[in-house]
């Protein structure tokens, strides 16, 4: 499969990284592999292009930081770079994962109906913690004096 070629695709190898528990790396790279493709049947598109689009819908380029300057903390925007991005991106998505939500349902239908969510109704948690985030972003730009 397309997905598996690890210099193009960085955001997967971090997703299968983060998601393997007890060293069972093929069961969490199968569940992505599966709710990819559920997910690019749902969109009719390539899984390939389906996460090229979780990446630029979820990636961000500001996160939030905070500094203690003079017994006074600020909440500082702070620019992010590409593996930090990704790694934020993985982050969001496997906190949907593990919020508590339907106690039935396995991982790969909760990525499924995150990632159709994401990509068709643009209604997800993921999108709601990253429009969170560019809004306290926005809010504490006036900070940014206090970033070196």
Do not use: C
């Given at each position: 499969?397309e ?15 983060y ?23 749902s969109?009719?598109?390539?899984s390939?292009?389906?996460?090229h ?18 017994r ?5 925007p ?17 906190k ?8 039935r ?8 109906q ?13 999108l709601s ?9 926005n809010r504490?730009?006036s ?6």
């Amino acid at each position: 499969m397309e997905l598996k070629s690890k210099k193009q695709n960085n955001i997967y190898t971090k997703l299968v990284g983060y998601l393997t528990k007890n060293g069972k790396k093929n069961k969490s790279a199968k569940m992505i592999v599966n709710a990819l493709t559920n997910t690019s049947h749902s969109v009719n598109n390539k899984s390939i292009d389906v996460l090229h689009k979780i990446a630029f819908s979820l990636g961000v380029v500001v996160e939030i930081k905070t500094v203690k300057i003079r017994r006074n903390n600020h909440t500082v925007p702070v620019p992010v770079n590409a593996s930090r991005r990704n790694y934020l991106i993985v982050k969001k998505l496997s906190k949907v994962l593990n919020s508590s939500g339907d106690a039935r349902a396995t991982s790969e239908v909760k990525l499924t109906q995150e990632l159709v969510g994401l990509l068709k109704t643009k209604v997800s948690k993921a999108l709601s913690e990253r429009d969170l985030v560019l809004f306290e972003a926005n809010r504490n730009k006036s900070n940014t004096h206090f970033r070196w």
